[in-house]
Structures are given as C-alpha cells and as structure tokens.
C-alpha cells in the first residue's frame, strides 16, 4: 500500500491490513478473503461489534478495529457534506448530509440541526437515543440547542432503524409540538426529516408542518 497506494489494494487486503493478523495456520490475508467469502464490505460495515465478533478468527480487538474504520468512513461522507458550506435548500440536502451518519444505526436518533439565517448549518447535536416516544422529546431540550448556537431556525432529524419511513404517531405528535414551540419563540422548525436506511420522508413534505 505504501508503495502503489490504498487504491490498487483489493478488498480484502484492505480489510487484511486493520485484522493486522491472522489466526492459527491462516494468513491474514486468508482470514480476510473467508471473511468478505461469506459476506461483502458494504453488509460488513453495517454489523455491530457484537455481530462482529461471532464471525470465524474476529475477536473483541480485530471487530472494535473494523467497527472503528466503517464508522469514520460513515462520518468523512457525512462531513464532506456538511462543511461543504452548501445553503440547505430542501429536504433532500439535508437527508443526503444525514443519510451516511444514520442509515446504519440500529436505535432511534433524534438530532436537532441548527441553521443560520442564510440556511447554512451552524452545528448539529443529539439529543435522545433510543424509542421515539413524544413523551420523552421536551421542547426545552431542542431549543436549548438553538438557543445556545443562536440558530435561527433548525431542522429535527431521526432514523427509523425498521426501515419505514413513513412517520409513526409519535412522529407526528413530536413535529406538530416542535412546530408550534418554535412560533413561540419565533425559531422555526424548518422539517423533520426521518431516514429508514436508504429512504427518507419529510414532514413538510407530508403536510404535517
């Protein structure tokens, strides 16, 4: 790699060089190709530590190290995207910066986007992981966010690991609260984009704002 670079390496002696080493009687390069043999890289890199290490010669370090490279590899994607100063114009540019980040959890995240007045984004936080549950999404802790970055407006964002995107209940309930709170304190509340891996839905595309 060091003398052609990473491109003229395959897949598998791309992955060989984050095991590092092989097992008993099996290179690591051997290990690598039984590995992507019985799956390939894009259906690797959406496996959980725990998923990881069941497959055949991955223990707890080789799993943390693949794990580790998949979700820098999501974030870089997401964050070419993101600082690429682009104004959000409408909901699929805002899906596409998200997409990478989130297609691939497999618990809910509710993140809160906040944009400047040239609908630029300004920072992005989480603010719950787990079930969606309009209950568990105060007002308080959404617009804390803005409020503090001085957003103003922002964009509510979560993932459907189920792979629906179509808005549950609570979806709506949660949007419609949000909606209504920001007119109060005149920080609008853009959309609520929901991605289910691939797919995305949006509220104001929907009606619901």
Known sequence: MVLRGPQSLSDAELVAILLRT?????????LSQELLSETNISL??????????????IGNDKAATLAAAF????????SRKWFSNKKISSPED???IFMPLLRDEIKEKFIVVCLNSSNKIIIYKEVTVGILNSSLIHPRE????AIDNNAASIILIHNHPSGNPEPSMDDITVTKKMAEAGKILDI???DHIII??????????KGII
């Open 142 to 145: 959404v617009f804390k966010v």
């Open 94 to 96: 805002i899906a596409g």
């Open 44 to 57: 690797l890199a959406t496996k959980t530590i725990q998923s990881l290490v069941k497959l055949p010669g």
């Open 188 to 190: 609008t509340v853009f």
């Open 71 to 78: 979700e820098l590899s999501r974030r870089i994607d997401s």
């Open 196 to 205: 289910a891996q691939n797919l995305f839905t949006s509220c104001v595309e």
């Open 22 to 30: 092989g097992t008993k009687g099996k290179s690591v390069v051997q």
